[in-house]
């Protein structure tokens, strides 16, 4: 099951399930490739992505960001937003990897975080709206 984070008329984030912080953002028309996007809309999938990526690293502080869309399983346009530690079960090794420990991480909470992202889409659409 996923977790809804965020929704409008164009993206959609939802929460991996998953012992890291994980986001997917996905675009709400289902494109297959990413070149298919239209290029506005394109635009604001990466805008979408630099307010997440920016909110994981000052909340969770984790060592790296990893980013992801092989869209092989789930044929369709969406990004994959991770907070990665080198004490993860999977570090250095992509989340789809081989799992090297056992990791209890202590992190902040989760649905504070998912506040923050809301918080941030919905006032860099409000500015975007602004300058149209």
Known sequence: ?????YEDNEIYLEKEESEIPWIKIFTKEPYKELGDVPKELRSRLWETYDIVEREMKQY???KKINMA????????????????????SYF??????????????N???E???????????????QQSHRSC
């Open 1 to 5: 099951m996923h977790h809804l984070i």
């Open 107 to 109: 992190l902040p909470d």
């Open 111 to 125: 649905k504070e975080f998912h506040k923050k992202i809301f918080t941030a889409l919905i006032k860099s659409n």
């Open 69 to 88: 869309s092989f869209a092989n399983m789930l044929p369709r346009v969406h990004i994959h937003v991770m907070a990665r530690y080198e004490n993860d």
């Open 92 to 105: 250095p090794n992509p989340m789809w990897g081989e799992k090297l420990r056992d990791a209890a991480l």
């Open 60 to 62: 969770y502080k984790p």
